[in-house]
């Protein structure tokens, strides 16, 4: 079954860009939709984007403008980027993939363990 | 944005209990509206989509229903490894999710 692996680096100064990359394994990243996702205290659940396997793309109005994904299909990888960050995009970073259905978000399954990244000088 | 608010934000049961989360939109999302189960230090898993359909592999204690703006999470027979913090999402417009409920042993 498909299995999600996120990776980067764990600590980022503001106003730089945090990067993160996920790894696809054990099924195929082609013809899927994929999402990043991130978890904090004070904000929760917070849905970042998704890319298809094509290279399109959406984003949660929120952060557009600071955030980008991309897609290395040879690799099985996406990656995401976010740029100019405070303390308040310190979160764990999940990458999931996501069903999509007439061009709209419905679920999210599975997830990747999640990647804590923290925004301090 | 449609918020999402969970209620109660946490409760306590004891193993064989009959629980019930309640979810509810700030506007109508018809039956878009899934469940998710996290246990400290994992990520959150698909329970439940599409309001009532339990997504495969989750056993059938757990159940789900409602539509419009009200729904609910429902776990009979509380077991041991149901003690997690349970998250609605909403898939009616620009996805987002309720605050949790974090189910507790009494």
């Known amino acids: 079954q498909v299995q999600l692996q996120e990776s980067g680096p764990g600590l980022v100064k503001p106003s730089e860009t945090l990067s993160l990359t996920c790894t696809v394994s054990?099924?195929?990243?082609?013809?899927?939709?994929w999402s990043w996702i991130r978890q904090s205290p004070g904000k929760g659940l917070e849905w970042i984007g998704y890319?298809?396997?094509?290279?399109?793309?959406d984003y949660n109005p929120s952060l557009r403008g600071r955030v980008t994904i991309s897609i290395d299909t040879a690799k099985s990888q996406f990656s995401l980027k976010l740029n100019s960050v405070t303390a308040a995009d310190t979160a764990v970073y999940y990458c999931a993939r996501v069903k999509i259905t007439s061009h709209q978000i419905n679920w999210f399954d599975p997830w990747g363990q999640g990647a804590l990244v923290t925004v301090s000088s | 944005d449609v918020q999402m608010t969970q209620s109660p934000s946490s409760l306590s049961a004891s193993v064989g209990d009959r629980v019930t989360i309640t979810c509810r939109a700030s506007?109508?999302?018809?039956?878009?509206l899934n469940w998710y189960q996290q246990i400290p230090g994992k990520a959150p898993k698909l329970l439940i989509y599409?309001?009532?359909t339990l997504q495969s592999g989750v056993p059938s204690r757990f159940s789900g229903s409602g539509s419009g703006t009200d729904f609910t999470l429902t776990i009979t027979n509380l077991q041991p490894e149901d003690f997690a913090t349970y998250y609605c999402q909403q898939s009616y417009t620009t996805p987002t999710f309720g605050g949790g409920t974090t189910v507790e042993i009494k």
């Open positions: 054990g099924g195929s990243i082609s013809s899927y939709y």
């Open positions: 506007q109508t999302i018809a039956t878009s």
């Open positions: 890319i298809y396997y094509s290279g399109s793309t």
């Open positions: 599409a309001t009532s």
